[in-house]
């Protein structure tokens, strides 16, 4: 009889044992399962913070565009062919008796501005140089003589054409008037005096039916093209 409520006994302690262990197992299994799951949330949410902490608004900036910048076409500078300065004439587009008054009228204003530039080299202590001046004074004041008369039974000087030239070229002598070696400065200056002169002279050939005007333009063309290389050579010494 003591021998079956012992092993009874024996049987409810070990009831109890089992129940009791598995039980605190499965407590402890079910917390280290629920545990991942909150660090998975956790790592989850900071993933998604860290991702949103992360994340910019796309910035977009507009391209960058230049303005396009235009250039004023470039104009010949040289005297013929051109308006030289308010109202001064296109030879150009001039033909016959037009075109002689208009040339005489420019290449007389064009002429006086060549003599007042070299009054002053012809007190030149540089032999050469006071030679081109007295050269150049001599030539062109006899030309200016030679055009007024040829002038005269076109109607005269046409002012509308010589007055443009001849502020022109009291600007051109202003800028030499004042040069630290003027001897240089001269002739510096009357290469581009010479150079529009024979531009204005070539302008002949085939729009004058003179052949006074023809002749003289020719003499121009001749006689400047000559001393325009002798001065190209003093100046590269």
């Known amino acids: 009889m003591w021998k079956s409520k012992f092993l009874l006994f024996s049987l409810c302690l070990g009831a109890v044992s089992c129940t ?4 605190e197992q499965t407590v402890t299994v079910s917390e280290a399962s629920a545990s991942p799951t909150s660090t998975s949330q956790a790592g989850t949410s900071q993933v998604e913070a860290g991702s949103a902490v ?12 230049s303005a396009p910048t235009t250039s004023a076409p470039a104009t010949a500078s040289g005297m013929a062919g051109h308006d030289h300065g308010a109202g001064g004439p296109d030879l150009t587009g001039l033909q016959g008796e ?8 420019m290449m007389v204003a064009h002429h006086q501005g060549a003599v007042e530039m070299s009054r002053p080299a012809l007190n030149s202590e540089d032999l050469q140089v006071r030679g081109w001046a007295e050269a150049i004074v001599m030539a062109q004041e006899r030309e200016i003589e030679q055009m007024t008369a040829l002038l005269e039974p076109l109607g005269g000087l046409d002012e509308a054409a010589a007055a443009p030239m001849r502020a022109e070229m009291q600007n051109m002598a202003g800028h030499t008037g004042h040069a630290a070696n003027p001897d240089r400065a001269f002739v510096e200056a009357m290469l581009p005096h010479h150079q529009s002169a024979v531009d204005m002279a070539q302008l002949a050939e085939g729009r004058s039916q003179n052949a006074d005007v023809l002749a003289l333009a020719q003499d121009i063309v001749t006689t400047q093209q000559r001393e325009m290389a002798e001065f190209r050579d003093y100046l590269a010494q």
Do not use: E, N, Q, Y
């Open 20 to 23: 009791g262990k598995p039980s």
């Open 54 to 65: 992360s994340t910019s608004v796309p910035t977009t900036s507009a391209p960058v565009t």
């Open 98 to 105: 037009a075109f002689d008054r208009a040339f005489l009228s």
